[in-house]
């Protein structure tokens, strides 16, 4: 129990790496089961539906999420008890906004799909999607509020049975349609994603409840809930969240706005580079679908120590203990920085083997080993933007992330109709050095003048 206490960062990042590990494992098996079940076109389709999802998450979601974190643990540090106030007033403005939007995406599922995503068979899938909508918010806000209290069990186990669950619901899905001669549609991966949501959503919010009761008997009920004194604070506290959501979501929508338009343009501008409608797709699928998950499979660790710095360095910054945010952010280029030279090694050595013996496809082999030369840059640039974040510079990395996704942006309608998909790679890998640079920049200015 001490060793939980003196050391919160160590002990909240093994619980979500070994989560996180064993999330993406079932998730590593799950891309390759998709992949064969529904074919390199079928998951490209599939993956043209990560825009909306990100945008919807980025609207309702993440920006609340975020601020639910800053504010439990700055008010954990000042009144050495935990508040919930922060869950309950983010949750009376992400819950109608996401309703909002699974009401929106529902009834214009069929102008998003043409006109937008450029693929009218994402339509009913989109229908299934909107959904997750609503559900994904009440889970983020739970999140949220277990993050800022250093408890990192309660997202780790909903994460993990999230998976568990979708896996399970497509795999019985898509067994039933085979055994009657059926081909299943990919539809049955989003409803999978739908009904996982479902389940984690309940397991979050249920243990808040459970908290709250338990929290109540511990510091009395007036420091929770009733009292003019709350009611007054509750004021305050939208004013304060709003304060720190608004321009996370705006950021956040920007980003996802930019990135809706990467992920749209890749196939649009393969075809101009020569390949026909389902190469696109395919070509587009392989990457998002099956590359990029690889590359991704050791963030697991690295987004398991952003979430934990971002309370913990507000919590020490909101303090004055500067030397403690010094310390934190030194361990986090030094570990982060060896983490990923070692994966690029393993990425670029091993990266042809792995896509032609696990996916079947010798072109995920050759996007592995490309794109394995991002991983020191992208794994830093993970934790270092929780740090930011914990500094209160979200302007700063809403500005450091425009100016790259703007250069990847270019990439994709300069290079890729020119040399094809390799174009494409030369952006991110150029894109996450400059992001890596700006980054170590804004905190270097911040320790000169502090």
């Given at each position: ?34 992949s ?26 993440a ?35 996401s ?42 806000c739970?999140?949220?509020?277990f ?26 899905i ?13 539809s049955?991966?989003v ?42 604070t ?48 395919s ?81 995920a082999?050759?996007?592995?080993s490309?794109l ?79």
């Amino acid at each position: 129990m001490n060793t939980r206490k003196s050391h919160p960062l160590v002990f909240g990042t093994i619980i979500l790496t070994a989560t996180g590990f064993l999330t993406r494992i079932i998730g590593f098996f799950y891309r390759i089961y998709l992949s064969r079940l529904f074919g390199e076109e079928g998951m490209g389709i599939y993956q043209l539906l990560g825009p909306v999802l990100s945008l919807s998450f980025s609207l309702t979601a993440a920006g609340y999420q975020t601020a639910i974190s800053k504010l439990v643990a700055e008010q954990a540090a000042r009144e050495k008890r935990p508040s919930f106030r922060p869950l309950a007033v983010g949750l009376s403005i992400s819950l109608p906004l996401s309703l909002l939007c699974n009401l929106v995406v529902y009834r214009l599922a069929d102008p998003i799909a043409a006109q937008l995503l450029q693929e009218p068979r994402t339509a009913d899938m989109l229908r299934i999607l909107s959904f997750s909508i609503p559900l994904g918010a009440i889970h983020a806000c739970a999140n949220g509020y277990f993050y800022g209290i250093k408890k990192a069990g309660i997202p780790s186990v909903s994460q993990l049975l999230e998976q568990a669950v979708r896996v399970g619901c497509v795999y019985i899905i898509a067994t039933y349609f085979i055994s009657v001669g059926k081909t299943p549609s990919i539809s049955v991966a989003v409803l999978g994603l739908t009904v996982g949501e479902f389940f984690s959503m309940l397991v979050s919010m249920g243990a808040a409840w459970q908290h709250f009761y338990k929290s109540r008997g511990q510091w009395g009920l007036s420091a929770l809930t009733g009292s003019r004194r709350v009611l007054g604070t509750s004021k305050r506290l939208y004013g304060q969240l709003l304060a720190m959501a608004l321009p996370l979501t705006a950021n956040r929508i920007v980003l996802n706005l930019l990135q809706s338009v990467e992920s749209v343009s890749i196939p649009a501008r393969l075809r101009l580079y020569g390949f026909d409608n389902v190469t696109s797709l395919s070509v587009y699928g392989v990457l998002t679908g099956m590359a990029m998950p690889f590359i991704f499979f050791p963030n697991a660790l690295t987004s398991a120590v952003a979430v934990l710095l971002l309370p913990m360095i507000s919590e020490s910054y909101a303090l004055g203990d500067i030397n403690a945010v010094k310390k934190y952010t030194v361990k986090t280029i030094k570990y982060c920085g060896l983490m990923g030279f070692g994966c690029l090694c393993i990425f670029v050595l091993l990266g042809q083997w792995a896509g032609t013996t696990l996916f079947h496809s010798p072109l995920a082999g050759y996007f592995i080993s490309t794109l394995g030369f991002i991983c020191p840059f992208l794994y830093l640039d993970t934790t270092l933007s929780s740090i930011l974040q914990g500094l209160g510079m979200a302007g700063h990395i809403f500005a450091m992330n425009v100016i790259c996704l703007l250069i990847r942006l270019a990439f994709v309608f300069w290079a890729v109709p020119r040399f094809g998909i390799p174009g494409y790679l030369w952006g991110l890998l150029a894109s996450q050095l400059i992001l890596g640079a700006l980054y170590l920049v804004c905190l270097w200015r911040f320790f000169k003048k502090h």
